[in-house]
């Protein structure tokens, strides 16, 4: 048996008849998946320790086989369970688990992670949905893995300037200044005005995706430069996993839905 871990769900499925199969971001082990048996049936052990939004200490037993773990029980730390309610805050938690799950691989475990995803639930708990913070925590994740797009300098030249002219691909690592532009091809290169330019490496000075959140009420950004710098970083952070997200195309569609509703 071994300590109780501090960690989180990031995904939980039916196996069987009454157990759950669950992948947990831990600190201890990072990445892992594991099984709670009779969890379905009966939730004495773990309480809400198998829903989102909620930092736990998870006993984890020994491996049964291969690279599952027994899931023994969980002990609730904090939750933030109310994002639930929110469609919007709980399709951004939903992505920010996605990603965690996608990117980072299995029982490597990185000790910025779950700070980075509990600020996030903070900030949604704050702020309500926020691209800055969302943008935040996909620069932080990406960093954490060393795949963070170049933004201070072209990433193929290492020239500082980035100019109109400037384009985004992902596939070299961030942007590329106007004369390496030339080489840049595929359909996930994309123009990156030095507005939207300047607003990624505003969000980048700050510590968290809660301090972030404040970059959403500066007016020297536009809404042109949130959606072009949203563009990138999702079109970089689908590069890196390399199929595309569900949580992404359900945020894509709240986001079609809410802007055919009548305005009041
Ligand atoms: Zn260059």
């Known amino acids: 048996m071994t300590p109780a871990d501090l960690g989180i769900v990031l995904r939980a499925t039916p196996l069987r008849e009454s157990d759950l199969l669950v992948v947990l971001y831990t600190e201890t082990h990072g990445r892992v998946s594991a099984v709670a048996r009779g969890a379905r049936k009966s939730q004495r052990r773990f309480a ?10 998870y006993q984890l037993g020994r491996r049964p086989r291969g690279d599952v773990w027994g899931l023994e029980s969980g002990e609730v730390v904090r939750e933030w369970t109310q994002l639930a309610f929110d469609m919007a805050s709980h399709a951004h938690a939903g992505y920010a688990a996605e990603l965690v799950g996608a990117l980072l691989p299995a029982e490597s475990p990185e000790p910025t992670v779950l700070p980075l995803v509990t600020s996030l639930w903070d900030s949604l708990v704050t702020n309500g949905p926020s691209p800055a913070a969302l943008r935040a925590f996909e620069l932080a994740l990406m960093d ?3 795949q963070r797009p170049a933004l201070d300098a072209c990433a193929a030249c290492g020239s500082p300037e980035l100019v109109r002219g400037t384009v985004f691909d992902p596939a070299r690592g961030g942007v590329i200044c106007k004369p390496c532009a030339a080489m840049s091809r595929g359909p ?8 939207t330019l300047a607003y990624l490496r505003a969000i980048s000075t700050h510590p968290s995706p809660e301090s ?7 007016e020297q950004f536009t809404s042109v430069d949130r959606a072009s710098a949203r563009d990138a970083m999702v079109a970089m952070v689908v590069a890196l996993v390399g199929h595309p997200l569900r949580s992404l195309e359900y945020i894509a569609k709240l986001g079609a839905a809410a802007r055919r509703a009548p305005h009041p």
């Open 48 to 57: 809400v320790t198998l829903s989102s939004l909620v930092l736990a200490r």
């Open 144 to 146: 954490v893995i060393g």
């Open 188 to 195: 996930a290169v994309r123009p990156l005005p030095p507005e």
């Open 212 to 218: 972030a959140a404040t970059l959403d009420r500066d």
